[in-house]
């Protein structure tokens, strides 16, 4: 049974697993068209309740610096287009879900995006999906809340999925990725606070032993879970993580693309042997999105 919600009910390890291949590519999707239109998310309204303002040139120059630190890092970057009335489409983790698989090569799954609004990204990815020639996968017409690798966080190097149910994702979605793939170990975490209200908010994979993980975000199952899944975890102080600390994402097992400003999990990073790489992404962040959001590694 490949679904597990508690430590006890969990009998392998990472290190038993199969292993699979880290991706060298992200996706990525041009800002300008971006925007808050309607309130989605706790982050996305203003003191006032209503949608924050967007400064999009600031928003082009924070998402220039993060294409620019991945290509000078040696990761492959490819760029959807702006589309018009598609205003959440720079947050690429949440349209699909690479998931590489042991032996090479991976599929990427469609996502079922939560809000109307953002349901037509999904065609984008399928598009660009086809005209490289991913394996494309599509969830079974019963599940509805899907959010792709916002709640879906693979494990790196190894054949096991850290899976978020909340506001965005059902337990329906992982139970089909399960029947799919009875090789994989997913581990359940039910989301446990409307800040963190994708996964990937609260858990950020550095290596196969290393994660940041916002202990707040989950309840006990799911905090024994991450912590047995990650023995070296860093965990990443309240005020940091409402500034998506740990959002960030590393690609290689030693670069960490992570927001500015938050000391204390930079230099935890560096006495664990890890450089920080830290970028300004403030103008997502008020639409609830940091580094990890902004990308599709596949
Ligand atoms: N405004 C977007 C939403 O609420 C932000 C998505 C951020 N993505 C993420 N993977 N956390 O859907």
Redesign the pocket.
Known sequence: MPLHARLADWPRRPGQLPATQRPARVLLADPGRFDIAEV??VH?AGADGRPRRVDRSAARRQWQALADAYRSGGVAVDVLPAVPGLP?LC?T??PSLYLPLPGGGGELWLARMT?PS?RPEVEQHAAYARARGYVLREMPARVTRFEGS?DGVVHPGRFLLHAGIGARTERAAWEALAAAHPELDILLYALADERFY?L??ALAPLDERSALLVPQAFDRDGLELARAAFPDAIEVPLDEALRFAA?AHCPDGRHVLIQRGCARTEAALRERGFTPVPLETGEFIK???SV??LKQAL
């Open positions: 989605q998310n996305m959440d947050f983790a949440n809000h953002r916002g994708h990937d908010t959002n639409s609830g999105g990890f959001c």
